[in-house]
Each structure stands twice: as structure tokens, then as C-alpha cells.
């Protein structure tokens, strides 16, 4: 959690920015970790009521650096495993971000099915992680992110844009764009309609 913290808090407020917020009010951070894109959603706008799902012993660490940074009042957290249990909602924006690339094209596609259920019709899905291209060597990092969730997981991958649009589109979501940040991630859009 504190290499989570040391990656996404630096850039958590500019990858908030590139988002349209116009009418969020509830966002989940789904795995949140840390909590520092939770509390970048929290500062973009103060009538944003974000909410931090992650399993009980990570939103301990997240509270801790929430406290620091003087924005747990802000947040909200939610204990649960992201593929069992409730999730909450309804929602206006749901926030994946490292997420993923932990787990299986089976898995993924159940999760972003959960989270289509628990949007609020005209909500939008964010995803946040390295999206590959279709040869799944660019961008480089990506490939060799892949490589480590080979080692460190039961069948996590970094994937490509196709392989997550699908998971969106099975999920009843209409794919918006992709986005790409300075970093070498992206941020790919749907929406559910109204």
C-alpha cells in the first residue's frame, strides 16, 4: 500500500483533471488502496462524496494516510472484496484504477459487470491501468508490468484496449474514449445510459 501511495499520489490530481466531472456527486474508488485518488476527487470538488472500497485491513493503512493529508473527514469507506461482496451505489463515477491487471479476463469481465450494475443511468466506468496495443508490447512498461503479474498473480495481464472495451460493452456500458495520460497508462471511458 505504500508503493501504491508513492505512485498514485503525485499524479492522482492531474489524472482526476482529465475527467468530465459535471454532475458527479458520488464517486467509488473501487480497490482505492491509499486513498489518493479518493482524495483527489475529494479536492477537485468539495460537493464530490467519494468512496473507498477496499478490504478492511487496507482502508486501516488508507485512513492513516487520509488523516495525514487532512481529508478523511472527506471520504467514506466501504469494507468488502471487490468480486463478492456488495459494492454500494448507486454511483455517478466509478474509479478502477491498478485493478485490472490482478485478475483474469473472467474475472474482469464479472467485475465491470458488478460495477455497470451499481452506475446511475448516464454514470461513467473509468478505468485506469497500462493498455496495451494489440501486438501487447507497447507501451514497454505495459509488457513488463505483464511479466510481473505473471510471477505475482494466479492470472492477472496487462491488456489491450479491445480486451477491455469488450469487458465494458458485455457489461451493458457504452465505450466513450480512451485517454492517454504522460504516464505510461491510460484512462478508458464508458458510460452507462440512461
Known amino acids: 500500500i505504500a508503493a501504491m501511495q508513492a505512485n498514485a499520489a503525485p499524479k492522482a490530481d492531474e489524472l482526476v483533471s482529465m475527467l468530465d466531472l459535471s454532475g458527479v456527486r458520488r464517486v467509488l474508488d473501487l480497490g482505492g488502496g491509499s486513498g489518493a485518488y479518493a482524495a483527489a476527487f475529494a ?3 468539495e460537493r ?3 468512496i473507498l472500497f477496499d478490504l478492511p485491513d487496507v482502508l486501516d493503512i488508507a485512513a492513516s494516510y487520509l488523516g495525514k ?3 478523511l473527514h472527506r471520504i467514506r469507506m466501504l469494507a468488502g472484496d471487490m468480486l463478492r461482496d456488495p459494492l454500494g451505489g448507486p454511483y455517478d463515477l466509478i474509479w478502477v484504477s491498478a ?3 490482478m485478475f483474469s479476463p473472467e474475472e474482469n469481465a464479472k467485475l465491470l459487470q458488478r460495477c455497470a450494475e ?9 478505468i485506469h491501468d497500462f493498455i496495451m496495443d494489440e501486438t501487447r508490447t507497447q507501451p514497454p512498461a505495459g509488457a513488463l508490468f505483464a511479466l510481473n503479474m505473471l510471477v505475482n498473480t494466479r492470472r492477472g495481464d496487462s491488456y489491450t484496449e ?3 472495451r469488450e469487458w465494458m460493452e458485455n457489461a451493458g456500458l457504452r465505450y466513450q474514449e480512451t485517454k492517454q495520460t504522460r ?3 491510460a484512462l478508458m471511458i464508458a458510460k452507462k445510459d440512461k
Open 43 to 45: 479536492r477537485r470538488d
Open 69 to 71: 493529508a487532512g481529508i
Open 162 to 164: 479491445q480486451e477491455i
Open 183 to 185: 504516464h505510461p497508462t
Open 118 to 126: 451499481v452506475l446511475a443511468p448516464g454514470g461513467q466506468l473509468v
Open 48 to 50: 464530490i462524496e467519494p
Open 99 to 101: 485493478i485490472v491487471h
